[in-house]
């Protein structure tokens, strides 16, 4: 008897593929649409800023100049040399502010590239093919010819009065932006505006669909940051509606050390997040100060320990094992005074050149191995600061090889504990998924890789 014929195999998913035709019809619509403005969101990693430079030399290359705006100047900075790596004869203006404490306005390496001119006036750089500054210089230029174009980057930390501010300088934009980082900051209140589809406060993104929703939306489906153990639990916790992909798979990537466990809880958290991707080292349940001296300690041994065992990296980058160094090493935190007491624990070990810092500094930035200090550990309330999905999201996806939580048992308990105390506000969209779900599925998939802390 002939057996029947089998389903077919579904497909085989080609990241490079996917990410290339996403990226054919991003630039299909902002180069030849003509719609007034095209949305992008890119999950972390996913080659946002290798589509802004694409998506400008694209534009330049048929005789579009175009203005770019991004939110700092270390964002102004890096696109401009990212344009001078891939096109060095493209010329390039960099609009720079007065500085009136002595320091550069940018950064000194541009005044070696002969294609980038840089000025305070955007008069001076007239007739450049690209112009590149933040948004707030940009809100106070005036009296030139507006530009046909615009890419607007980190368009979701932009929030929506800078856009208005600088609306009238272009006729059509690409926004391109990560939704699941964190919201736009600002230093005021905004709950008389909350709801009204004007609020100043929220991103340029959502004013700008809630005004024009017809506007064209795309996603990057791939992340080339997050390695496989990653990014299907920061696709289901942070992305629900837009889910990606990682570019790796599973062994693409491996973390290994010289030297041999010792026992200790962090050696044995180490290990597990050099196996699986993740490692929680759990602190036994208490009420604490935020700096926390006890998690503090924990956090700074462990990345003792990863520099202490000869760390190595293995990745598709490169044919070669790499050392893992104290600059490829980075700890998160979600406020100021964390931040500074890790660094002072760390230097009392002796180490120095890891990068310390809050969730909010280090967003865009990528590391081999991350440690990050859990915004809920040992708090007794559960409050929106540290209930904020974007905090978490930023925390949890800076890595290409591991990410190491170091939080006090209970959180879980907390979150159930925690009853909503924000109001009610009509017209505001609720954020999916909150605070809550995002940190009960971060919980549940970190209690596999769970080590306890018996330090001293």
């Known amino acids: 008897m002939t057996p029947a014929p089998s389903a077919p195999e579904a497909a085989v998913f080609d990241p490079s593929a996917a990410a290339g035709l996403a990226t054919d019809r991003i630039l299909h619509d902002t180069l030849h649409g003509d719609a007034r403005g ?60 007065h500085s009136g404490d002595g320091t550069a306005p940018y950064d000194p390496a541009l005044d070696a590239l002969d294609n980038v001119r840089t000025s305070a006036k955007a008069a001076d750089l007239a007739g450049l093919d690209i112009v590149i500054s933040t948004a707030a210089k940009w809100a106070h230029v005036q009296g030139v010819e507006p530009w046909g174009h615009a890419i607007v980057d980190e368009a979701y930390q932009m929030r929506s009065d800078a856009l208005l501010a600088v609306a009238g300088l272009f006729e059509r934009a690409l926004f391109v932006g990560d939704p699941g980082q964190l919201d736009p900051f600002s230093i005021v209140g905004a709950e008389q505006w909350a709801g009204l589809s004007y609020d100043p406060s929220a991103s340029a993104v959502s004013t700008l669909l809630a005004h024009n929703p017809g506007l064209p939306q795309h996603r990057l489906p791939v992340s080339w940051r997050l390695p496989a153990s990653a990014a299907p639990l920061v696709s289901d916790a942070f992305y629900p509606y837009t889910p990606f992909r990682s570019g790796t798979g599973h062994g693409d990537r491996r973390l290994s050390f010289g030297v041999p466990s010792d026992g200790s809880g962090p050696d044995r958290v180490v290990d597990e997040a050099a196996v699986s991707g993740w490692g929680l080292l759990e602190l036994p349940a208490r009420r604490t100060p935020r700096t926390d001296p006890e998690a503090v300690r924990a956090v700074a041994a462990v990345v003792r320990r990863l520099l202490d065992r000869g760390g190595v990296t293995h990745s598709e980058q490169s044919p070669d094992p790499s050392p893992l160094t104290a600059d490829r090493i980075a700890v998160g935190t979600a406020h100021r005074d964390q931040a500074a007491a890790v660094r002072a624990a760390l230097a009392a070990l002796g180490v120095a050149d890891v990068t310390v810092d809050t969730a ?91 080590v306890r802390w018996e330090g001293p």
């Open 38 to 97: 095209v949305v992008v969101d890119s999950p972390p990693g996913a080659g946002k800023s290798t589509l802004v430079v694409r998506a400008a030399r694209e534009l330049a290359a048929a005789g579009r100049p175009l203005m770019v705006v991004a939110q700092t100047n270390a964002q102004v900075d890096d696109l401009v040399l990212r344009l001078a790596a891939k096109d060095p004869d493209l010329p390039v203006g960099r609009l720079h502010s």
């Open 360 to 450: 909010n500094r280090l967003q865009g930035r990528e590391y081999d191995v991350t440690v990050i200090l859990h915004p809920l550990s040992g708090r007794p309330d559960a409050t929106a600061f540290h209930l904020e999905t974007g905090r978490l999201c930023v925390l949890a996806s800076r890595h290409r090889h591991a990410c190491i939580v170091v939080c006090r048992e209970g959180v879980g308990a907390l979150l159930d504990e925690h009853p909503s105390t924000e109001p009610v506000q009509l017209g505001v969209s609720i954020k999916f998924p909150d605070g809550w779900e995002a940190n009960h599925a971060v919980l549940a998939h970190l209690a596999e890789h769970t």
